[in-house]
């Protein structure tokens, strides 16, 4: 498979704006007709999605897992994990992609920062053209990527976590 291939894993809800990213995927699609778009996982806006894949004349290019057990596998084959939310908690896929090592696209929201810097990854704003412009800077391989030392964020995070409850 010679085009670029775009993984985002997560539940088929407003928040996170699945709809966004295949508009701008439509966009990359137009410029490279070999890239595709995994979307891995299920929620009440999957048929609306699957609808606006087929009005877009993606459905060949644009594939539906539904729910996997271990995602990992996927991370690993995809060239751009993307994320579109509008927020997020803590955004774990985030932090699976980095574990991983895959190149990260995400729109600008409250907490991205806390997972993902400006060295790890490409931080774009919540709208269409920024989330395609950013999705094409992997077309050139132009999305910045630091290694991610997994085990010294897991031990800041468990330092916070003692500090949070007063223990030592």
């Not at 704006?17 to 979307?39: K, V």
């Not at 999705?135 to 991610?148: E, G, H």
Request: glycine share 6%.
């Amino acid at each position: 498979h010679k085009g670029k291939t775009f993984l985002t894993i997560g539940r088929m809800s407003p928040e996170k704006n699945q709809a966004r990213m295949i508009n701008a995927f439509a966009q990359i699609h137009r410029e490279s007709p070999d890239s595709r778009l995994i979307i891995v996982g299920d929620g009440p806006l999957e048929t609306s999605l699957k609808t606006l894949v087929s009005s877009l004349g993606l459905a060949d290019s644009v594939v539906f897992t539904g729910q996997i057990p271990n995602p990992f596998p996927l991370y690993a084959a995809a060239d751009c994990f993307v994320l579109s939310s509008d927020y997020e908690g803590q955004p774990m896929v985030i932090l699976e992609s980095l574990v991983v090592g895959v190149p990260i696209v995400s729109t600008r929201f409250a907490s991205i920062t806390d997972a993902l810097s400006s060295k790890e990854g490409l931080i774009v704003d919540r709208d269409t053209d920024a989330l395609a412009h950013g999705m094409k800077a992997v077309l050139t391989d132009d999305v910045p990527q630091a290694s991610f030392d997994w085990r010294a964020y897991n031990q800041a995070a468990i330092n916070e976590f003692r500090l949070a409850i007063g223990a030592r």
